[in-house]
């Protein structure tokens, strides 16, 4: 699952750097593929499958996330 550090702070994290590494116009789906084929087998793959079923704005955001940690 995704940690609730992450999602609970996430506005705090998409004004570090690690954010601002991501350009600013990939594509959405892209990211959320991308973010949900490097989580899919992970333990977070279930959560991130209810945020990105029931809030899409928070789904891009944490796709960002989840790209900028594997420098992508």
């Known amino acids: 699952m995704l940690s ?4 609970n702070n996430i ?3 998409k ?3 690690g954010i601002q590494a991501v350009p600013e116009n ?3 789906k892209f990211c959320i593929f991308f973010t949900d084929t490097l989580l899919s087998n992970t333990r977070q793959y ?4 209810e945020i990105r079923q029931n ?4 789904a891009m955001r944490v796709a960002k ?3 900028a940690r594997h420098d992508l």
Request: net charge negative.
């Open 46 to 49: 279930e959560r991130w499958k």
């Open 4 to 7: 609730f550090n992450v999602i």
């Open 15 to 17: 004004t570090s750097q």
């Open 55 to 58: 809030d899409p704005s928070l």
């Open 11 to 13: 506005d705090i994290l």
């Open 65 to 67: 996330l989840v790209m």
């Open 26 to 28: 990939l594509n959405e």
